[in-house]
């Protein structure tokens, strides 16, 4: 089944450490996203992509990293300087320009140790 | 700039009830792209319906029907007899047209106890 691929579900991270976030889709889509989800508050997106090899900041970006080598995958990378990482993160895809919907991944819980 | 409002925080109905959750939004633009998604306790969200500006017809959907309001900006949900599987949080986000980004409400969240 076609569909977005988050791993792993829960993740852990001491202080200091960098931790990446996997996101792999196989629906062909060319445009993915990152958001972040704290307890009793909406999504806010970190960052995107349109297409290969191009992303942009989201609203949140301080202290986190992407790339985009693949169509599809977007892997997001927590640094240390993000101080407050804990969260639920969830990856996105669409087709692209449009009003087309953003399909969603299972997510990942960040914790910090 | 783009914002949703979900005043509703929380919402326990019994079985069988009827339930609106409310979303009222603001945007400048003419033309621009409504959303409601679910997010059951397993986290992952899902897409339940998109509607567009310029169409303000309602919409059915099994026991889900949305009231769309340019006047008031507002883009109602209404679950109808309402079951206990029904019970997530619904958020409401817009999508002005360009680049795709989603604004979402504070999303709402639904008991439906038996």
């Known amino acids: 089944d076609g569909g977005i691929t988050q791993s792993p579900k829960y993740l852990f991270r001491k202080e200091g450490q960098n931790v990446t976030l996997s996101c792999e889709q196989n629906?062909?889509?060319?445009?993915m996203y990152w958001y972040r989800q704290d307890p009793g508050q909406g999504l806010r997106l970190i960052y995107y992509?349109?297409?290969?090899?191009?992303?942009q900041k989201g609203d949140i970006a301080e202290g986190y990293s992407v790339s985009r080598e693949k169509k599809e995958s977007f892997p997001l990378t927590v640094t240390s300087a993000q101080k407050n990482p804990t969260a639920f993160y969830l990856c996105?895809?669409?087709?692209?320009?449009?009003?087309?919907?953003?399909?969603f991944g299972d997510g990942t819980r960040l914790s910090i140790l | 700039a783009q914002k949703v409002t979900q005043a509703q925080t929380e919402i326990s109905v019994v079985e069988k009830e009827d339930v609106t959750l409310d979303c009222v939004y603001e945007t400048r633009d003419t033309t621009y792209y409504l959303f409601w998604y679910k997010q059951p306790p397993s986290g992952e969200l899902v897409f339940l319906i998109r509607r567009n500006s310029f169409d303000e017809q309602n919409e059915i959907s099994g026991r889900y029907s949305w009231n769309f309001q340019k006047s008031t900006s507002s883009f109602n949900f209404t679950i109808t007899a309402s079951q206990v599987v029904d019970s997530a949080v619904y958020f409401c986000a817009s999508m002005n047209t360009g680049f795709q980004k989603l604004v979402f409400g504070t999303g709402t969240r639904l008991l439906v106890s038996p």
């Open positions: 629906l062909n889509h060319d445009a």
């Open positions: 996105a895809s669409s087709k692209g320009r449009g009003n087309q919907p953003q399909h």
């Open positions: 992509s349109q297409i290969v090899n191009d992303f």
